[in-house]
């Protein structure tokens, strides 16, 4: 069954700390996705990705960065952690030009 | 960036079909009609997607009509366990592949 994973399902963290969200997909997918879901907002994307090392601001950008250093790999990147980004972060992946978006389960992040 | 509008929140009640409309007032040429279902903590999940007339697979009915300004979703005979949230969006097959997922529509099943 293919997947995608996110290295942890519950993660708190301090405001100030850096932060990784690690995401892996076994299908070989060149696109891969970062968004953000908070109530009442829906998803907004943060970063993506079309190929190795190759990355795009989404819509929401500000206060994260990524990394794509290998195809099947995606981080998601909080320098400063605050409390605004307290969210729930959905990975997704695909081929390019295919509709077909595969989600990981997502991380929940508090940041307190 | 493609934006749709459907409505917030409906509610059913065990076994009837559910109907979901989407507007679709600035759809691209290029683009494909997709719909997700997501759970409660969980990641969106593909259900069906189309670019015109109707489309059917085990899960569900997409509507798309002549002119592409709406489709609809079709749920038959739903069950409690398909309560969950339900977007549409706009895929372009060009190659962007900046997806946009607005609020979605919460579908509340009733027993």
């Known amino acids: 069954d293919v997947k995608v994973t996110q290295s942890s399902r519950y993660l708190v963290k301090r405001t100030g700390e850096k932060v990784f969200l690690e995401c892996v997909q076994d299908m070989d997918h060149e696109n891969m996705f970062w968004y953000r879901q908070d109530p009442g907002l829906g998803l907004r994307l943060i970063y993506f990705?079309?190929?190795?090392?190759?990355?795009e601001k989404g819509d929401i950008p500000e206060g994260y960065s990524v990394s794509r250093e290998k195809k099947e790999r995606f981080s998601l990147i909080l320098e400063s952690a605050s409390t605004n980004q307290t969210s729930m972060y959905l990975c997704?992946?695909?081929?390019?030009?295919?509709?077909?978006?595969?989600f990981g389960s997502g991380t929940r992040l508090t940041v307190v | 960036l493609a934006k749709t509008t459907q409505p917030i929140s409906m509610d059913s009640y065990e076994g009837q079909e559910v109907n979901i409309t989407c507007s679709h007032n600035n759809i691209a040429t290029n683009d494909y009609i997709t719909w997700y279902q997501q759970f409660p903590s969980q990641g969106p999940r593909f259900i069906i997607q189309?670019?015109?007339t109707k489309v059917t697979n085990e899960v569900a009915s997409l509507f798309i009509p002549a002119d592409r300004k709406s489709s609809t979703l079709s749920l038959p005979r739903v069950s409690l366990s398909d309560t969950a949230v339900y977007y549409c969006?706009?895929?372009?097959?060009?190659?962007?592949?900046?997806?946009?997922f607005g609020t979605g529509t919460r579908l509340t099943v009733i027993p």
């Open positions: 997704a992946s695909n081929f390019r030009g295919n509709y077909g978006y595969t």
């Open positions: 189309g670019y015109k």
């Open positions: 990705s079309y190929d190795v090392k190759m990355k």
């Open positions: 969006l706009e895929i372009d097959q060009t190659g962007a592949n900046n997806l946009f």
